[in-house]
């Protein structure tokens, strides 16, 4: 158990659903992200969230929409996503602050399926 | 050049040998170094952070950091089939401010 919590594990979505992912951290950490890991392919940031404000959208489509409350939840909205949306979303937090503020703990995964 | 570069592999060794894992980089900037292991349909587990070079050890790994040639990695010894995985280099720095990850290796440790 890393303290990253993300629910659900497994979507399966039509390209014209509205659905949400989550993301609970008990770290105590301040900064919180989404990720998109492809097959075959590294990391993709999508956004960055530091003491509940957004500070790095990587140019993610407008049919991905997060949301971050507090410092410790982390939601990603989605709506008329594409097949090519397939794929682990990962979240991940880190503490923000101090010397390893960057060095971030990640949540197993929600595998998405888009059809 | 990309900024952050690894051999995708795959690797295959038999259990018990030493394994190396390597990445090499671009940026100067650079100070802090990581070794993720993620399993297969799992998220990234961080398995060692290591500050600026030198070496760290911890258990079967060693992670060793080379800033003058900027090449960083991670060395197992006593492999087993459970090391099995694909393992993310990642770096980042204080005026960067971000952290880039590696595209991964895979390793497979044959029994």
């Known amino acids: 158990e890393t303290g990253v919590t993300q629910t659900p594990r497994h979507l399966v979505m039509g390209m014209t659903n509205k659905k949400s992912l989550k993301c609970e951290q008990h770290l105590g950490h301040n900064a919180m992200y989404w990720y998109k890991q492809s097959a075959k392919k590294p990391l993709e940031l999508m956004f960055v969230y530091n003491f509940k404000e957004q500070t790095e959208n990587n140019s993610v489509p407008s049919r991905f929409s997060p949301e971050c409350p507090n410092s410790s939840h982390l939601f990603l909205h989605l709506h008329t996503l594409q097949p090519e949306d397939s794929a682990l979303y990962l979240c991940?937090?880190?503490?923000?602050?101090?010397?390893?503020?960057?060095?971030?703990?990640f949540g197993a995964g929600t595998r998405l399926s888009v059809l | 050049q990309k900024e952050v570069e690894q051999d995708p592999g795959p690797l295959s060794v038999p259990e018990g040998a030493i394994v190396s894992l390597n990445c090499t980089y671009s940026?100067?900037?650079?100070?802090?170094f990581m070794w993720y292991r993620q399993y297969s349909r799992k998220g990234p587990e961080l398995l060692m952070y290591t500050y600026s070079s030198g070496n760290k050890e911890d258990g079967r790994f060693t992670a060793q950091v080379d800033k003058s040639s900027k090449y960083i990695s991670l060395f197992i010894r006593d492999s087993q089939p459970s090391d099995s995985a694909t393992y993310l280099c990642a770096m980042e720095g204080t005026s960067y401010d971000k952290v880039i990850f590696g595209p991964g290796t895979s390793l497979s440790v044959i029994p």
């Open positions: 991940a937090s880190s503490p923000g602050l101090g010397e390893a503020k960057n060095i971030q703990y």
């Open positions: 940026n100067s900037a650079f100070q802090y």
